[in-house]
């Protein structure tokens, strides 16, 4: 069976590292027939593959027709992450004609997606399949003796540093629960004589307005969203002592395991599509717990599992704590998430799944 890619090839966004983190795992195993840029199409180029057995789409659902018409694939699949209980009819109605199934990075949106697709198809008396083929990271996403010394000279000098990659002002990334549980830590005095936290922002500041209060805003940075290369991002993460994603609901989630690769403690939940990677022991991560199934501003209906900020303090504050000894976890345990997951491997568990 050999695979072409449709996906996004300009810059370092999220469908552009998961192009090319698919592209390095087909090519790793064999199977990778060509690859059509979305983004930068010709269409006086000539693109190899129009007759793989299989095409697989990554990119807004915009071109999702170029399958058809620029390709003769026996399946075609439709990369679709949900990040709640809600999936738009409107985006199953555009993609629907175009596709054989679709894809999901977590058995979580797989499950998410089946329920979905299964009420879309009944009317119509059509089905679509669901597979799951996860993500996977980069080989640059590695432990750092000099970043993780500088890490120790920070903590012990006072200095604990928090990044937050919040991408969007929505509720799903836990950023206003996070914003809460980060001002009654800096109030009480729970985290040292220098806390920071850098929060990653794609969207609106003042979305966030009131919430943070007194001396605790000034101990946090906002930067806006980085156009960062793999390697570029794990230096990002290595320059913290802790990466926080609180998140309510993940496609997948991807931050939490590129940071706990490059030997970061993590702070996050261990739902929705991060249950992916964290239903097991995990090294390096503290798991903040969450609550019942509460509306999310996803879409109409939508549901998440709920997150309380008390909760989220009492865990960020016993990572702050404990970090020494998360951090020697984290760095203890990075190597086999970094062989585990390497695009080859998932790649690998996807095309198994299918025989």
């Not at 996977?136 to 990659?165: K, N």
């Not at 900020?309 to 702050?320: C, E, I, K, S, W």
């Not at 984290?330 to 390497?342: D, F, M, P, S, V």
């Amino acid at each position: 069976m050999k695979v072409r890619l449709y996906g996004v090839t300009v810059g370092h966004g999220s469908f552009a590292r998961v192009t090319a983190g698919m592209r390095e795992g087909l090519g790793h195993l064999g199977v990778f027939a060509g690859l059509v840029p979305l983004d930068a199409f010709d269409e006086e180029d000539f693109y190899p593959g129009w007759d793989a057995e299989v095409g697989v789409y990554v990119g807004p659902p915009t071109q999702i027709g170029i399958m058809a018409s620029r390709g003769e694939h026996k399946e075609r699949w439709l990369l679709l992450p949900p990040n709640s209980s809600w999936i738009p009819r409107a985006l199953l109605g555009r993609t629907w004609p175009h596709v054989t199934g679709y894809l999901s990075p977590s058995t979580w949106g797989a499950s998410v997606l089946r329920t979905e697709v299964e009420k879309f198809g009944r009317p119509l008396g059509e089905s679509r399949e669901v597979e799951v083929w996860q993500h996977g990271i980069a080989p640059e996403f590695q432990p750092d003796r000099t970043a993780e010394i500088a890490a120790r000279a920070r903590y012990f000098g006072g200095q604990l540093s928090v990044l937050h990659m919040a991408s969007t002002e929505r509720e799903r990334k836990g950023t206003r629960e996070l914003l809460q549980a980060w001002t009654q830590l800096v109030h009480a005095e729970r985290l040292g004589p220098k806390p920071r936290l850098s929060i990653v922002l794609e969207g609106r500041q003042d979305a966030f307005d009131g919430i943070v209060h007194g001396r605790a805003e000034e101990t946090i940075t906002w930067l806006p969203r980085q156009n960062l290369a793999p390697g570029e991002t794990a230096d990002l993460y290595r320059a913290y002592n802790v990466v926080c994603q609180p998140s309510r609901g993940e496609g997948f989630g991807l931050c939490p395991l590129e940071a706990l690769a490059s030997g970061v403690p993590v702070v996050a939940t261990d739902v929705t599509g991060h249950s992916e990677y964290m239903s097991g022991r995990v090294r390096g991560l503290a798991r903040v717990p969450t609550g019942p199934l509460a509306p999310i501003d996803d879409g109409p209906g939508a549901e998440a599992p709920s997150l309380a900020p008390v909760d989220l303090a009492f865990t960020l504050y016993g990572a702050a704590v404990q970090w020494p000894d998360l951090s020697a976890e984290a760095q203890a345990g990075a190597e086999r998430l970094r062989t585990e997951w390497a695009w080859w491997a998932v790649t690998d568990r996807w095309l198994r799944s299918r025989r």
